[in-house]
């Protein structure tokens, strides 16, 4: 009885920093309607920052505390120099360019921590006063759990105080309903969203800063901890700190408990979890329905896709051409970058399938990929398959998976849809991850060659070349098929759809399974070209890497991800080699969003503009 | 004193769709100026304009000694015009009382000197239904108490001119007779009024003068008594 009770409080104690870190990121989304994906770096900046402050004023219980705060005080400047410098001009920009501008400044600050704190991990301090162990019913609990447990319900007082008995407080309560009528009241939005950012970030830094001396610090923690964020805000009901509340305490005690049953699926614990609560609540726990309709996604580019003209035909024949002749210039590196690229494409314009035509902003889009690659490695690990049927029953396995994930998800839509998708990514992530035994957790599945009539470099680039301009040109047709009128209908106008009579969400769930099969072809053709299959296959960097591709290339031409995926894994790999390349990648990210705030198929207008103003 | 609205020459567009062109019309201080059309004319587009809440918007726009064409909203409140929008527009998840709060600004003083006469008890006497609400959120009151509401959290914020959005739109009788009593209130005390309306009962007992809005072009200006004698105008802009 006393193991369970302690155990209980453990689990309150986490649910503790998770609740800090999703309070902040639903008072943020709630104000600005921006995902703000660098949450979790200021989560992860406010362990590093806490760290070197309690290092130096930790040895006092009042310089322990004052250290955590002012650390989170002092990370929330951070968050508001990111907010005045990078957020503030694309408020007006499209759903996508915000979380591409807020993946860059995690990149850039990811880079920023590894460069000030160094790779290795920090142990946590021990908390003064609280470094002790306590007895509860027998079994020891360590004192700073306990000081986790109050902290909670502590700033949630707080936070009730400053939203339901300060202006500020209706302020920022009206702005999450209607940002523009309390503008024409009087109100200086700029600066309630400044002071929204400040404190949302300061929050999640606390979150860090409080679990330090639990967790310690690591450059992991802020990736990882994301996808539990969203998970709880969204099933918490997005924008209520009360529901964010019971969601981290619902989530953390599944966590404490489902370690004992389950220890190696927790995350697919918490998904389940989610997944319940969605399809009975589809506005998580103690979400409005009255806000549901102002959190529909603003409008996605509608892009309408002409027929191809003559440029575009050219363009195919020359690449097709060139693709072709390629292995007679007998660089065998060049073709090994070249299958490289091409299956990223393929992985790009799927993604742009649902982007585009679709208006579905998926976040997880790496899962099929990494279904595929997979499928692909068990099949001739486990059932010795040949690469022919692997590469046939790979991309009917990722299908599958998709037609899963795809039931969930088409129920739900804008910002509810792009997280449930990342967060079904990471549960299938953790499986691959966590079930070692199967699936050799992380250090992959090796060993997946090509048949014997393939393994010549050239036969296999031909291959590769050939599948993978065969499914973009079926993605391609696709968009100019019924189905992906009836896509396009869905996306822009899903009432008008209805009454045409089409099941917009069955359609959608169509387009997520025949995008999820192309990304699966994709993987598994990938995973033969490496001769391996690892978990990073489906994380959350290979859904961005693809997501910023599609989003280089712009989202309104069909050459867009093609264009966009080569240059990425182009600059990808010539960067690569920099130690410092992602926070570069990042940087250039954000420069690009705030020059062309409406993407790049916005640059000829943005010219125009510029040589209007000159004449 | 308040201060004198003109409008010059002003193209509104929505994208590439143009919706008002070459508009112009002046509020002087202390009057009740209409805004009269039928659904789709411009009404609604003008006061937004003004408000700087439309997407771009061109002429020249002038309140006192003030530019406001390129202005942004929150500022322009803060000169002391007070917008009340068509669709009411209250916080639902916010009680009366703190809507009206919202609406109150952070000087005590507006921008052009004058003290607020506005308090919470002060707005109770003019709309008393409201009193008994404080408590209740925004989206649990009828519709003619949001409107009530609406008006009231605007006039928090001390406007000296009130641009009001078709208020009597869908309200029972009785309750555009209590809102034209509060409406005709506000103008004796002082304040400029720009209302737009399709009752044209209603607009012409509060009116001083008329503007009539056709496909984003005015066609008519005058006093409203001039208005209601052109009947062949009056059939030709206004009767649906």
């Known amino acids: ?615 | 004193m308040a201060e004198p609205l003109e409008v010059q020459s002003l193209n509104s567009y929505y994208g590439s769709a143009q919706a008002l062109f070459d508009v112009s019309l002046q509020v002087a201080p202390g009057e009740a100026v209409v805004l009269l059309g039928r659904n789709g004319a411009g009404k609604s587009t003008t006061l937004k304009s003004i408000m700087g809440l439309v997407p771009r918007r061109e002429g020249r726009l002038r309140f006192g000694e003030r530019d406001i064409a390129a202005m942004q909203a929150y500022r322009i409140a803060r000169l002391g015009l007070g917008y009340v929008p068509e669709e009411r527009r209250v916080f639902a998840a916010l009680t009366v009382e703190e809507n009206l709060l919202v609406g109150q600004k952070e000087q005590t003083k507006s921008g052009d000197g004058r003290t607020n006469p506005w308090s919470f008890e002060r707005l109770f006497q003019l709309f008393p239904n409201l009193a008994e609400l404080r408590g209740r959120l925004g989206g649990h009151i009828s519709g003619g108490e949001q409107q009530m509401l609406t008006i009231a959290r605007t006039l928090m914020g001390n406007p000296s001119l009130l641009l009001l959005d078709e208020p009597s739109e869908g309200l029972a009788p009785i309750i555009v007779q209590q809102l034209g009593a509060a409406i005709k209130e506000l103008k004796d005390m002082g304040l400029s009024l720009l209302l737009s309306e399709q009752n044209l009962k209603f607009a012409s007992a509060i009116g001083d003068r008329a503007y009539v809005l056709e496909s984003g072009h005015v066609r008519f200006a005058g006093t409203v008594d001039q208005l209601l004698a052109d009947e062949e105008g009056r059939r030709r802009w206004l009767s649906l």
Request: charged share 10%.
């Open chain 1, 1 to 615: 009885m006393g193991f369970y009770v302690v155990q209980a409080l453990t689990g309150l104690a986490s649910a503790s920093a998770l609740f800090l870190a999703a309070a902040g990121l639903s008072i943020i989304f709630g104000v600005t309607r921006i995902v703000n994906f660098a949450h979790g770096v200021f989560y992860m900046l406010g362990a590093y920052m806490a760290w070197t402050l309690t290092s130096q004023f930790g040895d006092s219980v009042l310089g322990f505390w004052l250290a955590l705060i002012v650390a989170s005080l002092s990370i929330g400047v951070v968050g508001l120099l990111v907010e005045l410098t990078v957020l503030r001009r694309i408020y007006q920009a499209p759903e996508l360019f915000q979380l591409t501008a807020t993946f860059g400044v995690f990149l850039i600050l990811q880079d920023v921590t590894l460069a000030i704190w160094g790779p290795e991990d920090l142990l946590g301090p021990r908390a003064p006063m609280l470094d002790g162990s306590v007895t509860v019913l027998g079994h020891p609990l360590p004192s700073y759990d306990l000081a986790l447990i109050v902290l909670g319900p502590l700033v949630l007082a707080g936070l009730w105080f400053l939203f339901y008995r300060t202006r500020w407080g209706a302020l920022v309560r009206a702005a999450t309903e209607d940002r523009e009528m309390l503008g024409a009241l009087g109100v200086n939005q700029r600066l309630l969203f400044s002071t929204v950012f400040f404190l949302g970030t300061a929050l999640a830094a606390f979150g860090g800063a409080a679990q330090l001396p639990k967790g310690g610090a690591d450059l992991l923690m802020g990736l990882n901890i994301l996808a539990s964020v969203f998970v709880v805000v969204v099933v918490g009901g997005m924008g209520s700190i009360p529901g964010a509340f019971l969601a981290a305490l619902l989530i953390a005690q599944l966590n404490a408990f489902g370690i004992l049953i389950f220890p190696q699926g927790t995350l697919v614990l918490m998904f389940l979890v989610m997944a319940v609560v969605l399809v009975i609540r589809p506005k998580g726990l103690l979400g409005k329905a009255e806000g549901a309709s102002r959190i529909e996604s603003r409008a996605l580019i509608e892009a309408a896709y002409p027929a191809p003209g003559v440029w575009e035909r050219s363009f195919w024949a020359l690449a097709i051409a060139a693709l072709a002749l390629l292995p007679l210039a007998g660089d065998a590196f060049a073709l090994v970058l070249t299958k490289d690229i091409l299956l990223f494409v393929l992985l790009a314009a799927s993604l742009h399938f649902l982007l585009g035509p679709g208006g579905l902003v998926s976040f997880g889009h790496a899962a099929f990929f990494g279904c595929g690659a997979y499928a692909a490695a068990l099949l001739v690990t486990y059932a010795e398959s040949s690469m022919v049927l692997a590469l046939l029953l790979a991309p009917l396995l990722a299908g599958c998976v998709a037609i899963i994930v795809g039931w969930f998800c088409v129920r739900l839509s804008g910002v509810y849809f792009a997280m449930l998708t990342l967060a079904f990514a990471q549960v299938l992530w953790s499986i691959v991850f966590q079930w070692t035994s199967v699936t050799g957790g992380d250090d992959g599945l090796l060993g997946v060659w090509p048949d014997t009539w393939a393994n010549d470099d050239t036969v296999f680039y031909y291959l590769v070349t050939v599948l993978a301009i065969g499914g973009i040109l079926l993605l391609r047709q696709a968009v100019h098929s019924p189905f992906g009128f009836a896509t396009r209908a869905g996306r822009d106008s899903m009432l008008r759809a209805e009454a045409l009579g089409l099941h917009v969400k069955q359609v959608q769930h169509v387009a997520m399974v025949f995008a999820g099969a192309l990304a699966g072809l994709a993987g598994a053709l990938y995973a033969f070209s490496k001769g391996s299959a690892f978990p990073d296959y489906m994380g959350i960097e290979m859904s961005f890497d693809s997501l910023i591709a599609v989003m280089l290339g712009g989202v309104q031409s069909l050459l867009g991800p093609l264009f966009g995926a080569g240059l990425f894994s182009w600059a990808a790999h010539e960067l690569s080699t920099l130690s410092y390349w992602r926070g570069i990648l990042g940087l250039l990210i954000v420069v690009l969003v705030l020059a062309f705030p409406r993407g790049l198929a916005g640059i000829p207008a943005a010219f125009r503009a510029a040589r209007e103003r000159l004449a």
